[in-house]
């Protein structure tokens, strides 16, 4: 029976779509197909299409609650009058209300459906007014001003033509990508202060928290400060990464520069006085033995072989001797192999008092690759002096007990500097060699000849084995085996 009753709704179904009077959506207006399902509200009796249809749930899924002039379930519009109001405008901007679609097409012709002779079931039973009025004029407003900045948006899209990209643009989103495909990071749009400020605070947490590895009694709470520490380490990577690129941050270095270079600067004159009276003039030309007689000849210390090794073995201290134009056009290479990392504080402090005019240049003209490797080279050269100037004048004092005792950083460069301490006797000041200068030359050593040995008696020659003649043809195994025995 059921099965019957079933194919009995099915046929009135389609017989009601063939020839009945339903045939367009009693919502939007759409024309119904033959094979187009159509959504019967059970409430007031309104066939609505499946775009209608699935603009209702949507709204029932929001929690959207229907107005007075609307229906309880499907959420149409049925004013009190039984009349389906009809409005034609685009697929997109249905399901809105009768006054936010008429904002949109004001020049749309309205139809109205004839009068339904039964009210809904609400209407009919004078149902409870809702107690929302307020908001229901608010959301009224609201779809009014979206249509208003929908209306607004698409006269900007078609007024405004699309901005075309320009090469600069181009060039730095590749740049971005090639930074980001390196594993570098890429500064953010932060200012210096916003930086250093959010350094200050994430230290702090950091701080707190203790380390990466932290540990805590409760498991959660030790994963969750573990996470929270990894998430400050990268939000400190990225503030740190603006702070650098910032103006600020390159002025502010540049005036610490400056500052410290003022500070010492008749320390570093000093100093390369002090290290220049013990280099000689010619020390780039003469051989280890001859560099051991000219400071013996100098002055008789007896740590001369020392000196001398030591100024054979680090070169860089050969650029103190050096002509000032000739270190401006020394090729990089040759500049970048002169180590400075065992030269003493008192040596790299000489060293930056005779390249500061000439890195002054080489800065100038940083664009260039040669000029810029070797300003870099002097770079390296006064970032670790500055910072290790700072560290040892901490062990420096009459005042200081130092727990590493002999191995204070404070006595070993005062023992390193020792060397200086006397004069050896050559100029301190810019002395340079010249073409017309005589280069001191090393005494030709005095070679005993040894007495000649009595020749010992040549042994006999012993004989010769028999070379086989063949004319060029190879010996057989068998024919070297005979010559052999005749042996």
Request: with cysteine.
């Amino acid at each position: 029976m059921a099965k019957k009753t079933d194919e009995t709704k099915l046929i009135a179904g389609l017989l009601d779509r063939i020839v009945g009077k339903a045939r367009e959506c009693d919502v939007c207006g759409y024309s119904f197909g033959f094979a187009q399902k159509r959504h019967k509200c059970d409430e007031c009796d309104l066939a609505a299409c499946a775009k209608c249809y699935a603009l209702t749930k949507a709204k029932l899924k929001c929690g959207y609650r229907a107005r007075d002039d609307e229906c309880t379930l499907c959420l149409h519009p049925l004013p009190p009058s039984r009349h389906a109001i009809v409005w034609e405008i685009p697929p997109a901007q249905r399901g809105l209300s009768l006054s936010a679609a008429q904002e949109l097409c004001p020049d749309a012709p309205i139809k109205r459906a004839p009068v339904s002779p039964v009210a809904c079931k609400r209407c009919a039973s004078g149902g409870e007014a809702p107690a929302l009025d307020a908001t229901n004029a608010r959301v009224a407003t609201l779809e009014g001003q979206l249509a208003t900045a929908k209306r607004q948006l698409e006269t900007l899209q078609r007024e405004t033509p699309a901005r075309p990209v320009s090469d600069l643009e181009k060039e730095n989103r590749r740049l971005k990508r090639q930074l980001e495909q390196a594993g570098m990071q890429v500064a953010d749009n932060m200012s210096y202060a916003d930086a250093k400020a959010s350094m200050t605070s994430i230290s702090r947490r950091m701080a707190e928290i203790g380390s990466s590895d932290v540990q805590h009694q409760d498991k959660a709470v030790q994963a969750a400060l573990q996470g929270e520490y990894f998430t400050l380490e990268q939000e400190m990577e990225k503030c740190y990464v603006a702070m650098m690129a910032s103006e600020e941050y390159e002025a502010e270095i540049r005036e610490a520069e400056i500052a410290w270079h003022t500070k010492y600067l008749a320390t570093h004159e000093a100093a390369l006085r002090s290290v220049r009276q013990g280099i000689p003039v010619h020390v780039a030309n003469l051989s280890k033995d001859a560099l051991v007689a000219h400071l013996q000849a100098q002055t008789s210390r007896p740590d001369a072989p020392v000196v001398a090794r030591r100024l054979k073995t680090l070169k860089v201290l050969h650029l103190l001797r050096v002509e000032p134009q000739k270190i401006l056009v020394v090729h990089p290479c040759e500049l970048v192999k002169l180590p400075f990392n065992k030269l003493c504080l008192l040596e790299r402090q000489a060293l930056y008092a005779a390249l500061f005019d000439i890195a002054a240049e080489w800065q100038k003209q940083d664009k260039n690759k040669n000029f810029g490797d070797k300003f870099k080279w002097f770079k390296s050269l006064r970032d670790g002096l500055m910072r290790d100037v700072a560290a040892i004048e901490a062990h420096i004092g009459p005042d200081h007990t130092c727990e590493l005792k002999a191995r204070c950083p404070g006595h070993l460069e005062q023992k390193a500097a020792d060397v200086y301490a006397t004069s050896w006797g050559f100029p301190s000041g810019a002395i340079f060699p010249s073409a017309a200068d005589v280069v001191p030359v090393e005494a030709p050593a005095v070679v005993v000849a040894k007495p000649a040995l009595p020749t010992a008696r040549k042994a006999p020659a012993k004989p010769q084995r028999p070379t086989p003649m063949g004319g060029g043809v190879p010996m057989s195994l068998l024919a070297a085996l005979q010559a052999r025995k005749k042996d």
